[in-house]
């Protein structure tokens, strides 16, 4: 049922182009909007089973080295612990958290490649006794030689190259050759629940299967690593979604190996067993955002166009490979950020190190290689004295532009549009702010600023330094290139005599996939709102609709719905609405027992992509997206604050404003948390500021008045024009703020995050 | 890594202890042990678990509820200290069915996204209004900033503050 919304959704969107949608489009009331509210929702520390132990795990403090021995306190009284080490791990099951590749155990064996790699796990009824347990347990080690800078590092995890054109031609046609190097920090996803799960003995009539309810964003990933862990079919292993207090991509890999462990536990002692990460623990042992070193090579010709394009992007992966082979993809392909190129050439590594695995953060490795692409940019414009916003225009992709891969950009291309925006909404705010101040606008500070290379206002009065910058980026809906195919993923829509159920394997972590699916089918099947029931996140009911990650759920997965719901309508005949339609939907179930529509992933016709020759489609449609920045340094500390921000984001249809509004306002905040503040400090290959006193994430006072407009630029195949929301508003921020600090002081930063000990070091 | 933080030898802690205290408007005598928080004796003693906890250290502001109508963080309270005190928390917002404004207001405004900072926020908020009812945008951020969110980007948590804000200078 629409409802009307307090805040003015309509207003910061640019006019819709959907006509007379009746939910899509709507700010509905959100599907567990009460529950969050009134503290009844139940995530997964709020459940407590009958009999129940909590576990903990035993970890390295070493960053490589032999285990000698592990050996027990024998001065304490072990009366109702539980023990599991690797060698509980028995076939057909295997120690390998099954991900992309199998090289990670569960537990280690005889070695350890990272700090707070598992070693054992302990579990016991009370958790004060736990926690005295798990400190009388000691781990002896022959340490071995530790690589912990990727920089330096020679193991190569995996290795991509895109190629298109003829490179060379292109660098001896130049007239200037551009050559910058950039860096990026890591980055923790800083979920506010941390990880946890609960493992209990037994699934549904199989008493020697498993469960395990959870915090995550992937249910079926769970579910394919327990069986490969406990050599289980499918039958016997059940995995729940609990209600998910964020997720990141942090809870996309991660929950695997913690479900693992827990449900080792839970087989050893017959009993449920709790595992919950505290802060601390979660800091130190899961995936971060990949550290990476970028470094451009461009030839330019003299009136800022680019002939050649030339990359070389190193991330840092960890001791293990998780999911950095497909960061490292999404990464390169958007390395060029969104500039059309005759050649390219993108050479892509993921190194390994000595310190715990890198893994999904949103974004997923295009926040890195578009923050370099970004920078480079304001440094090309200064190496050839051509106006920043120009030099963009000039290069800007248009339909019709071919990408790095070769893909044609048919539709649903907003590059110009989104950048137009940005510089009105900026304008427009600018003005008010300068109004507000009682000041009269000082004219072309914006233009001025934005131009970049403001002479550095150099502080003797001790004014803050002020100065403005701009991003462009581009963010690819889906799966990379053949990976929706792949996934081959299903949803469904289920009759029930109030209306419908949706049977859907995608999560809820806070981002309204449940609302926003709801409206599509509400859409689709021309029924209220409210009549769109979902079933629980429970692979034992819900079909596999592959993981919620890659801005795929409402492109990819809506879509599947939509054409779930189109078959059912069809299916029903003719009603003309709720009503007619439950008169009908009794009938049929009357009839049939059951109602049951599951639609599987249909790819396109017209999307093409070689895995191996890295050309082709490499994504059905792209949101667009552009930044600006407004910052300002105190010339003492030199910290740097953002003062405003402007994000402008074509994603094709927001289906509920508001939510898609709060998804560009999120990730806008933690692209200005990354850009800033958001500083992984490692100490022996070890986290060493792990804790939420010294790693610091943005608070209500550092977050700026963030101006935010929808450009809706609908795309032909996602469901009424939608696309991917989630990441792209996270790609531009840390290349927006270091070019506005580089108008600020005249001073290059090339890296994130902005500290005020590296700006003061680029500064004196 | 997890450290030996309750010795366990010191009986002192391992005492049961008696504490009588008012929670959510309804007398609480309960017996439990001594080293328990508040934060523990709600979730674990009460089962209310809509208080939620990201740190038990006071650095994440999850775990924050009224006592004696002064926000506190309860990971950091004694539950000792309870003692002939009254608490309120997220379960106690409610009047019968019917929503506090500031729940309405956060459902309506999508600033409770995964929703796990939202009973510490919707505390510190309501410990805000009562104190000052026509809080301005930056008296609203400073006094929300011991609460940290990282899905909202915080703005839809203030339009949701600002318009609870005038729904209950309105009388409503
Ligand atoms: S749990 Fe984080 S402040 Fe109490
Ligand atoms: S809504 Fe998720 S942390 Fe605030």
Avoid at chain 1, 260 to 285: F, Q, S
Avoid at chain 1, 601 to 618: F, H, L, Q, S
Avoid at chain 1, 731 to 747: F, H, M
Wanted: charged fraction near 25%.
């Amino acid at each position: 049922m629409p409802k009307k919304s307090g805040r003015d959704g309509g207003a910061r969107r640019a006019k819709s182009r959907s006509g007379e949608l009746r939910t899509v489009g709507h700010n509905v009331a959100r599907a567990e909007g009460v529950e969050k509210v009134t503290g009844a929702a139940r995530y997964i520390d709020d459940l407590v089973f009958d009999d129940m132990l909590y576990g903990a795990t035993l970890r390295s403090t070493v960053p490589a080295g032999r285990i000698v021995a592990v050996e027990k306190d024998p001065q304490f009284d072990w009366t109702g612990f539980v023990f599991v080490d690797h060698r509980d791990i028995t076939a057909p099951g295997r120690n390998a958290v099954a991900m992309i590749t199998e090289d990670q155990p569960f537990l280690a064996v005889d070695r350890v490649r990272h700090q707070a790699e598992p070693i054992w796990l302990v579990a016991h009824a009370d958790r004060a006794r736990l926690a005295a347990g798990l400190a009388r347990i000691t781990v002896r080690y022959e340490k071995e030689k530790a690589q912990l800078d990727f920089e330096t590092a020679t193991e190569v995890l995996k290795e991509i190259a895109i190629k298109r054109g003829d490179l060379d031609a292109a660098f001896a046609r130049a007239d200037v050759v551009v050559e910058g190097t950039y860096r990026t920090g890591a980055q923790e996803q800083l979920y506010i629940e941390t990880n946890g799960v609960i493992a209990q003995p037994g699934a549904g009539d199989h008493a020697d299967g498993i469960t395990v309810h959870g915090s995550m964003q992937c249910p079926y990933y769970v579910v394919r690593a327990l069986r490969v862990l406990l050599g289980l079919p499918e039958a016997k292993v059940r995995v729940v979604q609990t209600t998910t207090g964020g997720g990141f991509g942090g809870k996309e890999e991660y929950p695997s190996v913690l479900a693992g462990h827990a449900a080792l536990l839970a087989r050893k002692a017959g009993k449920p067993v709790k595992m919950v990460y505290e802060r601390h623990e979660d800091l130190i042992a899961t995936t971060k955002r990949h550290p990476s070193i970028i470094t451009h090579r461009t030839a330019m010709k003299k009136d800022g166009t680019i002939l050649g394009i030339d990359i070389d992007l190193r991330l840092d992966g960890g001791a293990y490979v998780t999911l950095s082979p497909v960061v490292l993809s999404r990464a390169a392909i958007h390395a060029t950020g969104p500039y059309r190129a005759d050649a390219v050439r993108i050479r892509g590594r993921v190194m390994m190190t000595h310190t715990p695995p890198n893994g999904a953060f949103r974004g997923f490795g295009a926040p890195q290689s578009q923050f370099a692409a970004e920078v480079h940019m304001d440094r090309i414009a200064a190496e050839l004295g051509i106006e920043p916003i120009a030099l963009r225009r000039k290069n800007l992709f248009n339909t019709g532009d071919v990408t790095a891969t070769g893909q044609k950009l048919h539709d649903s291309v907003a590059a110009h549009e989104v950048l137009d925006r940005a510089l009105a909404r900026h304008a427009i705010a600018t003005k008010a702010a300068a109004k507000a101040r009682g000041k009269t606008a000082a004219k072309g500070a914006v233009k001025g600023a934005v131009k970049g290379a403001t002479k550095n206002g150099a502080a003797a009065n001790g004014a803050p330094l002020r100065g403005t910058g701009l991003a462009l980026f581009f963010h690819g809906s889906g799966f990379t290139g053949g990976g929706e195919v792949k996934l081959a993923s299903k949803a469904g829509i289920a009759l029930t005599k109030d209306g419908v159920q949706l049977l859907v394997g995608s999560t809820e972590i806070g981002q309204g996939t449940r609302t926003m699916h709801a409206q599509i089918v509400a859409e689709s099947l021309g029924i209220p709102y409210d009549m769109i029931d979902t079933a629980d996140p429970d692979t034992a009911r819900v079909p596999d609709s592959g993981p919620t990650v890659a801005s795929r759920t409402c492109m990819v997965v809506g879509r599947i719905l939509q054409r779930a719901a189109e078959k059912l309508r069809a299916q029903l005949g003719d009603y003309d609405d709720g009503k007619s339609f439950k008169k009908r939907a009794r009938k049929l179930l009357e009839a049939r027992g059951t109602v049951e529509v599951i639609e599987e992933y249909e790819r396109p016709g017209d999307i093409v992509w070689n895995d191996t020759t890295y050309e082709g489609d490499a994504y059905g449609a792209y949101a667009w997206g552009a930044n600006i920045a407004d910052i300002e340094i105190d010339p003492i500390s030199y910290q740097a604050r953002c003062t405003h921000f402007t994000a402008v984001i074509d994603i094709g249809k927001a289906i509920h404003p508001i939510l898609a509004e709060g998804q560009i306002e999120g990730g806008t905040l933690q692209g200005i948390g990354w850009a800033l503040y958001e500083d992984v400090v490692m100490r022996d290959g070890k986290m060493h500021n792990a804790s939420l006193t010294n790693y610091i994430i943005p608070t209500t006072l550092d977050t700026p008045p963030i101006t935010v407009e929808i450009v809706e630029h609908p795309y032909k195949n996602g469901p009424f024009g939608a696309k991917g929301v989630g990441e792209c508003p996270i790609d531009g921020p840390a290349a927006a703020i270091v070019n506005a600090i580089r108008a600020a002081t005249g001073k290059r930063l090339d890296a994130v995050p902005a500290t005020p000990e590296r700006i003061m070091k680029a500064l004196v | 890594m997890a450290t030996d933080l309750i010795p366990l030898g010191d009986p002192s802690l391992r005492q049961k202890v008696r504490l009588e205290l008012v929670v959510n408007e309804e007398r609480r005598d309960l017996v439990i042990d001594g080293y328990k928080s508040l934060l523990e004796l709600l979730r674990e003693e009460l089962q209310l678990t809509g208080t939620k906890h990201g740190c038990e250290l006071g650095e994440c502001g999850a775990c924050a509820v009224l006592l004696d109508g002064q926000l506190v963080l309860s990971c950091l309270v004694a539950a000792v200290e309870c003692d002939g005190r009254s608490v309120q928390t997220v379960e106690g917002m409610q009047n019968g069915p019917t929503l506090h404004p500031l729940q309405s207001c956060f459902a309506d405004a999508g600033a409770a996204q995964c929703g796990y900072c939202t009973p510490g926020f919707l505390l510190a908020a309501k410990e805000l209004l009562e104190r000052k009812p026509d809080a301005t945008r930056a008296e609203i951020a400073e006094a929300l900033s011991g609460q940290l969110c990282r899905c909202t980007g915080y703005l839809q948590i203030f339009e949701a503050v600002e318009a609870a804000a005038a729904q209950l200078r309105g009388g409503r």
